[in-house]
């Protein structure tokens, strides 16, 4: 995960800074792996999450990170999904969110003006730290994803491609695709998602990369906004009772 997290990073950071960069960084007090470029070409920042909950953790459960990472954005806090679409739009902000074999991540790229820079980091705050996993919305995507699973018996380069992770792996986590097996999916319910969630969304699992028009000390007050008094927090049962 490390390795796989620290080429995923450099190569962010490889396609924002053309010189060669002196990568700041450091660890919080609760885990979180921060790596930090101060870039002052564009009034810009690039933050990218990466948490060690990619496919490898489904388990028996194929296609849970997947459904999990997905939802992430589709409510959250006491906004819909189209309020979190809205509110990234009106300050110009992208969002971005996938799950791998490995990992999974949520991205922001904002400018960096203040006041369109702090409703972006507010949204993407909300979107990591309180999502509703929504029932529509979890039934929608679960049906299109095993509309796609469908679809892959009658491609022969997707058979031939789960035949080969499979015949390589074996048994091994790998062996199975990041969008599950039919049976499984079916099975997912969003109590799966949310125990996902809480268990894999925490600090020892964080990798922040920020690449942008910010400081040092503006760069350690968003990681603490967005992820380190939230993932402290959710280590200790007496909050999380509060939080349930």
């Known amino acids: 995960m490390v390795v796989r997290s620290l080429l995923i990073i450099s190569l962010f950071i490889a396609s924002t800074v053309q010189a060669a960069p002196k990568i700041q960084h450091w660890v919080t007090d609760n885990g979180v792996r921060v790596y930090f470029f101060p870039a002052k070409e564009l009034p810009m920042l690039d933050l990218r999450v990466v948490f060690d909950a990619g496919a490898a953790k489904d388990g028996d459960k194929h296609g849970l990170a997947l459904l999990t990472n997905g939802l992430l954005a589709e409510g959250a806090g006491d ?17 971005g969110n996938s799950s791998h074999r490995d990992m999974s991540l949520l991205s922001l790229r ?26 529509v919305a979890f039934e ?41 097996e039919i049976d499984s999916v079916k099975a997912l319910t969003t109590s799966d998602l949310k125990a996902f969630y809480k268990q894999y969304f925490v600090a020892a699992n964080a990798v922040v990369a920020l690449v942008g028009d910010v400081t040092r000390q503006e760069a350690e007050a968003i990681v603490k906004t967005v992820l380190e008094v939230y993932l402290l927090v959710k280590l200790h049962p007496k909050f999380q009772q509060l939080r349930d």
Request: aromatic share 10%.
């Open 140 to 180: 929608r995507e679960k049906s299109r994803l095993l509309i796609g699973l469908e679809r892959q018996k009658q491609s022969p380069s997707a058979i031939s491609g789960k035949t080969f992770y499979k015949t390589v792996y074996e048994n091994h986590p790998y062996a199975f695709g990041a969008d599950g």
């Open 79 to 95: 906004l819909s999904s189209d309020q979190i679409a809205e509110r990234f739009e009106g300050v110009g902000a992208g969002f």
């Open 110 to 135: 904002s400018l960096t003006d203040k006041k369109l820079l702090d409703t972006a980091l507010d949204t993407f705050t909300t979107v990591l730290n309180d999502p509703k996993f929504p029932e």
